[in-house]
Structures are given as C-alpha cells and as structure tokens.
C-alpha cells in the first residue's frame, strides 16, 4: 500500500506546481493518509512505525520543499520539528494504534 501511495503522489502531485501547497496538503490528508491507515491489520514493529514516520515525513518535505537559512543562504531540507511546526499533525503511530481492532 505504501507504495501505491507514494507512487501516485509522486507521478500527480509532487512536482505540479499548479496545485498550491494548501491543496496538496489536503490531497495528502484525503487521499494518502487513509492508505496508510491500511497498516491498522499489520503487526506494527518498531522497523513499520520507523517506515510510516520516514514516509509521511518525506512526503510533508516534499510538499512545503526547501528552506532557504538564514546565516549561509543555502538552501536546505527542513527539519522535523519544522514540518511538525507547519503540518501539525500527531505522529502517524500514535493515529494507528487506537484505530487497531484486537
């Protein structure tokens, strides 16, 4: 499923510069997010959540791209608190685990 995700925001989404960075958020949000939701029958082990985490994360640095700093001038990828600073959203294991059925 992942790769399904992935696959389809990369080839429709990621590089259309037609589409603001508010509406591929909400792409994000409709679309990818509830295919990750899919890893509710996995047996989550601490190398998945790692997988989930790095996914949603390269997704989110995609989606807001670079920063430019401000003492060199380079550009540069953003930081995790700084995507969790604009995307606010709770760690992906943490919406997985309650939605679980036993």
């Given at each position: 499923m992942e790769v399904k995700a992935k696959n389809y925001f990369?080839?429709?989404?990621?590089?259309?510069?037609?589409?603001?960075?508010?509406?591929?958020?909400?792409?994000?949000?409709t679309i990818i997010l509830p295919v990750l939701y899919g890893c509710e029958t996995w047996s989550l082990k601490m190398r998945e959540g790692r997988r989930l985490r790095v996914f949603k994360n390269m997704v989110l640095r995609r989606i807001f791209g670079s920063k430019r700093d401000k003492v060199t001038g380079e550009?540069?990828?953003?930081?995790?608190?700084?995507?969790?600073?604009m995307y606010c959203s709770p760690n992906i294991i943490r919406m997985i685990k309650p939605r679980r059925t036993v």
């Open positions: 990369r080839g429709n989404i990621e590089f259309s510069n037609l589409l603001s960075k508010n509406l591929k958020v909400k792409i994000y949000r550009w540069r990828k953003l930081h995790n608190e700084e995507l969790y600073d």
